[in-house]
């Protein structure tokens, strides 16, 4: 649509799916900044109707735009569709029919494009239309633009950082505390951090998500969720908090997505979800709360650090109302964003041939050849130690041993032989580390 002589731009019409804790916020500032949002888009932004799953609960919103029915609101005059519902079926199908009808697409949905953003782009592709999720990955920090876009000339080896709020305040919150997991998780809950049902978060799968979506950007390559290993915070105890800060670390839950390249130059794509410590002067170490933060590095950029609220109605808002703005902007310029970029198609690599380190403690028997008996273990799966410190107590020492990078299978059959060992009494922490001591 262009703008010929004094007409009056046609409006930009919207179909809202979903008006919950995000969708009221979108709602509120397209009403709230309608002038502003006009004149930035080169034409109106108009609601052309807004589903939710029961409209008689909406006394706030003008009746004649609620409806039950998605589909209704697919098939409508809409050149948008705005997705706040989240889920992958039904919303997958009524996405798709949206894009291939030539409508665009703004979404928060981090599940359904971790599984089928090929499937998505393909369709936008199919007729031109825009797909865009910035509200997806880290709520309101601009992160994929700048991935997508930003940082399109450079080469990006590695993406990590804490992306899931309400895991990050449970190990916050542990750490400052000293209570243990469920403890904290009872009143996360209590204090409506953690949602009725906070399974996607503790165990791993919403951070998993966006893992994906974000080693998809960064390495030009189709990751979903599948590929990426993930472990929640289920398993992290009052002793991992307490090891940790005895070697001046803290725990987090960590998506770490990274380019590996083998001796012979061979690259792939690693993308895991997992606790780990990290030193107490890192940068996200002090990320705390309930903040996400990533941190980016590429061959030309060097470091580079995102920072900012991954979660909450108006912050999620300010990402889909940033994404609408601009797919609004290129319906009044006839002219499309960025397609998905997947050139490189690396393949994934498997966890366990992935390159990670160790933190171990143990508790072992206080007598003579115990440590020569540990190390065995370690230079028989050729894992070899950076670091060990031992401290008698009455009857057992506690051995601390922080390896160097091996392939995590090997790390791992180093611990379950080392439990395995008569010396053995405990082991009391095994957790992965990430970050140089100072
Ligand atoms: N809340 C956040 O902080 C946050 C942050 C980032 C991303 N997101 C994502 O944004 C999306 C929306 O999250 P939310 O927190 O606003 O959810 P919500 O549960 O508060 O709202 C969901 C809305 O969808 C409507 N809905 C559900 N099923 C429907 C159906 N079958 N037909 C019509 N309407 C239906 C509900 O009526 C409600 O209005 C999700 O994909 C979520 O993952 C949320
Ligand atoms: N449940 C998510 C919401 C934002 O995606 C979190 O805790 O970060
Ligand atoms: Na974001």
Redesign the pocket.
């Known amino acids: 649509m262009s703008t010929h002589g004094t007409e009056a731009p046609r409006p930009i019409r919207i179909a809202l799916?979903?008006?919950?804790?995000?969708?009221?916020e979108v709602v509120r500032l397209l009403t709230e900044q309608a002038g502003e949002l006009a004149a930035r888009v080169g034409a109106p932004l108009e609601l052309a109707g807004i589903?939710?799953?029961?409209p008689d609960k909406h006394p706030e919103l003008p009746p004649q735009l609620l409806t039950?029915?998605?589909a209704k609101l697919i098939e409508s005059d809409a050149d948008v569709v705005v997705e706040?519902?989240?889920?992958i079926e039904?919303v997958r199908d009524w996405l798709l029919a949206a894009l291939h009808k030539g409508k665009s697409v703004v979404?928060?949905?981090?599940?359904?494009l971790a599984e089928c953003s090929g499937e998505l782009s393909e369709a936008a592709d199919s007729s031109g239309a825009d797909l865009y999720f910035e509200?997806?990955v880290a709520?309101a920090i601009p992160l994929l633009r700048p991935l997508r876009e930003s940082l399109a000339g450079d080469r990006i080896t590695r993406v990590m950082g804490i992306v899931n709020g309400t895991t990050n305040y449970i190990l916050s919150a542990m750490d400052s505390t000293g209570a243990g997991y469920a403890e904290t998780l009872d009143e996360a809950s209590r204090l409506g951090y953690a949602e009725a049902d906070p399974t996607a978060d503790v165990d791993g799968y919403d951070a998993a998500s966006k893992a994906a979506i974000l080693a998809s950007l960064a390495f030009h390559s189709r990751v979903t969720v599948a590929d990426v290993h993930r472990e929640g915070i289920a398993g992290v105890s009052s002793s991992d908090i307490l090891a940790a800060q005895k070697i001046g670390r803290v725990v987090k839950l960590l998506a770490i997505c990274e380019r590996v390249t083998a001796e012979e130059g061979a690259e792939s794509v690693s993308a895991r979800v997992h606790p780990v410590m990290i030193p107490r002067a890192h940068q996200l170490a002090g990320v705390g709360g309930a903040f996400n933060a990533v941190y980016v590095e590429a061959d030309a950029a060097g470091e580079l650090m995102f920072y900012g609220q991954?979660?909450?109605?108006a912050p999620?808002a300010s990402a889909v109302l940033g994404d609408l703005v601009t797919v609004a902007r290129n319906r009044v310029l006839a002219g499309r964003g960025p397609r998905e970029s997947a050139h490189a198609a690396l393949p994934i690599r498997p966890m366990g041939q992935t390159p990670t380190r160790y933190h171990i403690s143990l508790d072992v028997a206080d007598r003579a050849g115990v440590l020569a008996q540990v190390a065995q273990v370690f230079a028989v799966h050729d894992v070899s130690i950076a670091a060990v410190r031992q401290r008698d107590r009455l009857s057992t020492a506690s051995l601390v041993i922080v390896t160097h990078s091996a392939p995590d299978s090997a790390l791992q059959s180093t611990v379950d032989e080392i439990s395995r060992l008569d010396v053995v009494r405990e082991v009391v922490s095994v957790m992965r580390v990430e970050g140089e001591d100072s």
Do not use: F, Q
């Open positions: 799916l979903g008006c919950g804790t995000v969708g009221g589903a939710v799953r029961r039950p029915d998605p706040l519902i989240g889920g039904p979404t928060a949905n981090k599940a359904l509200a997806a709520g991954g979660a909450g109605g999620t």
